[in-house]
């Protein structure tokens, strides 16, 4: 029974596999061989045209004469297309040969940018304008907007103060900074309300991203668009029903570690400086260890110690990342409507800190007539950081952070995790905490509450006329906590400290605008009329207090020293009119002008108003009748603009005088009393921008090659600087416009579709550069800013924020010393042979901080970004290059990291700082270091020929700090597949593609420290370029998914 039920079984298969056969015959019998010519319209065949057999991936692409050959059957649908031509659907219907004409794609030079208050056509552009592509934004994994930005943009720096701080806004600068002691951030418009920031936008509910770079395009927005201008559109409903939900999850690791001492090599180093410091007392290798003072003995247990801790790996991790937004769209005759919801979060690398973020945005329209609509616009967010005091020297509370005790700590000590109380290892002593009890119990805490509403109406008065109405209201809130107990800020024990502070920003925008878009023949008119007012209160309070008798209580009234509590309220207004027009004859001579008037309260009564102009043209030459013969040249422009805008970020009540509260002596008595402690003045007013813009847009053989190219000159005049005068006065200064600045730079974009059909590969190339320099500062000529022992200066004829400090010139050699020991050459107090040698500027036979002196630029020579897409099929990759050529970085925190003092772990390049002819001038030639634990763990402790010697005088502010910022950064690489339709056909699926997301895969750089392109001071403008062991930059794999109901 079983071998006929097998034979039974056996025939009904041979049977199937001869049916499949039979049908796959059939099927290869119905195939025909199909011919073909790809045209355009003027009839000039078409090479390199993409042929596919619709529904199938069969295909192919036409041959240098635009013919092409395929098989498929006689009712099949090919589609063929080309870069620059709508693409054509071709029925076959029985036919083996067919001819395709394609016209010309318009839509490419037709492409619309949104400009201030408007848009133009891209080809009729006449002020620089850059835009951030769809897929810099939509195909890949992103936390914050700001990194839409990085390596994308010409002439756009996108950087992150803090490192990889989760949740952190990046800092963006467009073309350099223009002012010195304001704000020189962006102003950022999103839907048409103007905002400060962009925090906590969600990057999949953004539609596009315009970026205004000249004051003939920023001058629209008058006393805020100094430093450069991002339009921000939302999504809106748009098409049939539909529902969209991406996902992503992924983990972070550290991108980079510090290349400190492991165990070994530690206590091989400190075995090493011990002996060494015995001999240059006197003393002899043959002396018992208990002769020697206790910083020079030597426990025996330190040969013998075989468990050490690496203590970045104790206070990092490997962190999880995940998001899910989920949206909602549709459009028909009544409106349109947009909804979306999200949560984030996204765990830091180092321990303990997070950030997690909460989004709502509903957008909605309504055709309420033909000619009438009305619409809001609405979004909502919380997000909670925690930094966990992590975050280098920045947090500006008094205390070195976590991180840097965690690259200070010695190997030898134990992690105990779980208890804040540790013994040391033998004949070691620190004042260091345990750095990840110190993270676990630090409170360093901020919430955001940010709520955005507009409302706004549109009425088509007649045709190509239109007014347009809008109302908008922003909330701001902020809450931040901070609580350290006093044994995890040092070991020896220390007072608890907190502080907390609460504010909020609440402002309404109104603005009013009449357009009008008209043509005449060959002539093209656009005229816009506009108002707008603003008003913005802010009020903040905050308290500060020490020492808790119950720390489990972390409320600041439970302390029992209050040291601060103070409230501050503030309130801001503009007033505005403006307007622009443009003309064009046939869209080949454009010219626009603008103007705005501006009134702020930042300014006296004297100099509340003013206005701010341009002017740009533009010439298409490839529209004149000399260029026919140059048909594959599809665009070719030059443009010129200039343009005045203005910076009111100078903060509130500036130009009034203040009182202040003094104690003065009467008699033997001590009076409390009010005097004046900062003089009026009411000519106060806005530091001005003036920009003179030079550009040339080009494109060829039907758009596959762009290219853009743009030189600048900002000058900005009338900057606020603290002017001396007279002590007869009562007063040593006033602040007045006196000061001016400079940048100039170029910007180059090219973009180019280097293969398109069945196998497409496009490529984006940008450039920029850009200089400052200070021209004038009225009486002074110079400025010192300080902070943890790094010095900038701001000079005239320099950039601003330069560094200042001590040369070097190599190290002090023993022929710098008589055979007494005294120094020939200038040296500091305590310097000996083997340490570093310092430049005597003014020649005076001393070094002092007079002969400190301006040296390095933070600002890089070139900044560059290359992207490359790649799409086969249903696959796309997209490979993100990001970095810079030149500029330089102040790694401070080296000054402890190179120092080599006693008990503290450093840099590695440490282990080779020893010269072995410097051990005669000790009176012994004897080895210090035990020779059999050196071959034992591979160390190698000779002089590398230039370290100086870790003894004396070595952790000073001199020019061994200042590193090269010259990096290449694989910044994203992102692989995905997208389901092809037909299998999604019988679904509720109308799309899903699926990808992996790699973020800062490497970094290539010659720099130490984290990362080069790093600020512990954010935005302050005056302390540029340092860092100080600033949070690590993170290093993400995500796997991510995007569906479409």
């Known amino acids: 029974m079983r071998k006929l039920s097998w034979r039974f079984k056996s025939r009904k298969i041979m049977s199937c596999v001869l049916l499949l056969l039979l049908l796959g015959t059939l099927q290869a019998m119905a195939q025909q061989k199909i011919t073909g010519v790809v045209k355009d319209v003027s009839g000039e065949t078409i090479a390199g045209a993409n042929v596919m057999v619709k529904g199938t991936t069969t295909g192919t692409m036409t041959d240098l004469d635009g013919q092409f050959t395929l098989d498929a059957s006689p009712n099949a649908v090919l589609q063929v297309s080309f870069i620059g031509y709508v693409s054509e659907d071709v029925k076959l219907e029985g036919k083996t040969s067919v001819i395709v ?39 890949r994994a992103i936390t914050t907007l700001g990194e839409a930005f990085q390596g994308q943009l010409a002439g756009v720096r996108s950087s992150a103060s803090g490192g990889g701080v989760p949740g952190e806004e990046l800092v963006i600068r467009i073309r350099g900074m223009n002012t010195i002691n304001g704000d020189s951030s962006p102003l950022y418009v999103i839907d048409g309300v103007p905002r400060d920031n962009m925090s906590d936008l969600n990057p999949t509910d953004i539609a596009s991203i315009q970026i205004l770079k000249d004051a003939s395009a920023t001058s629209i927005y008058g006393s805020r668009g100094a430093n450069g201008v991002v339009l921000i559109e939302t999504k809106q409903g748009q098409g049939k029903p539909t529902i969209t939900f991406d996902a992503y999850y992924g983990v972070s690791t550290p991108e980079k570690k510090l290349d400190v001492m492991s165990g070994e090599e530690w206590v091989a180093w400190n075995m090493f400086r011990r002996n060494l410091n015995h001999l240059r007392a006197g ?33 990092m991790h490997t962190a999880p990342i995940q998001s899910y937004q989920a949206s909602a769209s549709a459009k028909g ?9 999200g949560y984030m979060n996204q765990e ?18 309504m055709n309420i007539t033909k000619k009438l609509r009305t619409g809001v616009n609405v979004s909502i967010s919380h997000s909670d950081r925690d930094g966990a005091d992590s975050n280098g020297g920045s947090n500006g509370k008094g205390k070195e952070s976590s991180l840097h005790h965690a690259l200070m700590l010695t190997p030898l000590m134990k992690l105990t995790e779980g208890t804040r109380d540790w013994g040391f290892p033998e004949n070691i002593g620190t004042t260091y905490p345990n750095p990840v009890e110190q993270l676990k119990y630090t409170t360093d805490n901020t919430k955001f509450m940010r709520v955005a509403a507009s409302v706004w109406g549109e009425y088509d008065i007649l045709d190509g006329l239109t007014f347009k109405t809008q109302y908008s209201y922003n909330y701001d809130g902020k809450t931040y906590e901070f609580f350290q107990p006093g044994n995890v800020t040092y070991s020896n024990g220390n007072v608890t400290r907190g502080n907390s502070n609460s504010s909020n920003t609440r402002n309404w925008v109104f603005q009013n605008t009449l357009s009008y878009d008209k043509s005449f023949k060959d002539h093209n008119l656009s005229v816009l009329l506009g108002q707008s007012a603003e008003e913005k209160n802010y009020y903040i309070i905050s308290a500060a207090a020490s020492g808790w008798p119950y720390e489990s209580i972390e409320t600041l009234n439970v302390a029992t020293t209050p040291t601060t509590a103070t409230t501050q309220r503030t309130a801001y207004t503009t007033a505005s009119f403006f307007g622009r027009a443009s003309y064009d004859y046939k869209e080949k001579y454009l010219l626009t002008v603008s103007a705005r008037y501006d009134g702020s309260s930042r300014f006296g009564s004297n100099k509340k108003w003013g206005v701010f102009p341009s002017f740009s043209a533009g010439w298409k030459i490839n529209e004149e009748s000399f260029m026919e013969s140059l048909d594959w040249i599809s665009l070719l422009k030059l443009r010129a603009a200039w343009g005045m805008s203005g910076n009111d970020r100078i903060g509130d ?32 007013q806005w530091e001005s921008t003036k920009t003179l813009d030079f550009g040339l847009d080009f494109s060829a053989l039907k758009n596959r090659i762009q290219f853009n190219f743009d030189y600048y000159i900002n000058t900005t005049d009338n900057l606020l600087f603290s002017v001396p005068i007279p002590y007869t006065t009562g007063f040593s200064s006033y602040t007045a416009n006196v000061g001016s600045i400079r940048n100039k730079g170029w910007e180059l974009d090219i973009t180019s579709h280097n293969i398109v059909g069945k196998f497409d590969w496009s490529t984006s190339l940008n450039f920029s550069r850009n200089r400052n320099e200070v ?25 601003v924020s330069q560094f200042y400090c001590y040369r070097t010139d190599g190290i002090l050699l023993p022929s710098d010393f008589d055979a007494n020991g005294k120094a020939l050459v200038p040296i500091l107090a305590g310097q000996e042979v083997g340490n570093v040698k310092y430049v005597d500027q003014d020649k005076d036979g001393q070094i002092t901080s007079a002969d400190y002196v301006p040296y390095g630029n933070n ?19 997209s490979i993100l290059l990001q970095g810079q050529i030149g500029g330089d970085v102040l790694f401070l925190g080296s000054r402890q990291y190179d120092n080599g003092g006693a008990n503290v772990n450093g840099l590695r390049r440490w282990l080779r700082s020893y010269k072995p002819d410097y051990l005669a001038l000790y009176g012994s030639n004897e080895n210090p270091m035990p020779v059999d634990y050196l071959s034992q763990h591979g160390i190698d402790l000779s002089w590398d020929g230039e370290t100086p010697n ?20 694989i910044k994203n690489i992102t692989f995905g597949y997208t389901i092809p339709k037909q299998v999604l056909k019988n679904t509720i699926l109308s799309n899903l593609r699926c990808y992996v997301s790699l973020d800062n895969l490497k970094t290539f750089d010659s720099y130490p420290g984290y990362t080069p392109e790093t600020n512990s001071f954010g935005n302050a403008t005056t302390m540029m370029g340092l860092d100080y062991s600033t949070y690590p930059l993170s290093k993400r794999v995500i796997f991510g998914v995007s569906v479409v109901f």
């Not at 619309?112 to 835009?131: A, C, D, E």
């Not at 600002?859 to 990759?877: E, I």
């Open 333 to 341: 005759d009544i409106g349109s409507i947009y909804f979306s919801a």
């Open 950 to 969: 870790p003894v004396g005088k070595n952790d000073n502010n001199d020019d061994r700090r200042i590193y090269d910022a010259t990096y290449l950064r």
């Open 283 to 315: 003393g002899s290798m043959s002396d018992p260890m208990s002769a020697r003072s206790a910083g020079n003995q030597i426990p025996s247990s330190w040969a013998s110690t075989t468990e050490f801790t690496d203590w970045q790996d104790a206070v």
């Open 348 to 365: 830091g690398i180092v321990k303990y800190s997070y950030y997690e973020r909460l989004n709502a945005r509903l957008n909605a329209m």
């Open 859 to 877: 600002l890089p020579d070139v900044v560059f970004g290359l992207t490359n897409r790649f799409s086969w099929n249903n696959f796309d990759l």
């Open 653 to 684: 009540y500036t130009y009034m005088a203040l009182l202040g509260s003094y104690n003065t002596s009467w008699g033997d008595k001590v009076s409390s009393g009010v005097a004046p402690s900062r003089i009026a003045n009411e000519d106060l």
């Open 775 to 799: 021209l004038d500062m009225g009486e002074i000529d110079q400025f010192t800013s300080t902070s943890w022992d790094a010095q900038f200066i701001t000079k005239v004829g320099g950039p």
């Open 101 to 139: 004409i394609l016209s010309e794609d318009t839509q490419a030079l037709d492409e619309v940018v949104v400009v201030g208050y408007g848009s133009v056509k891209r080809q009729n552009l006449t002020s620089s304008v850059s835009k951030i592509t769809d897929e810099a934004v939509k195909d």
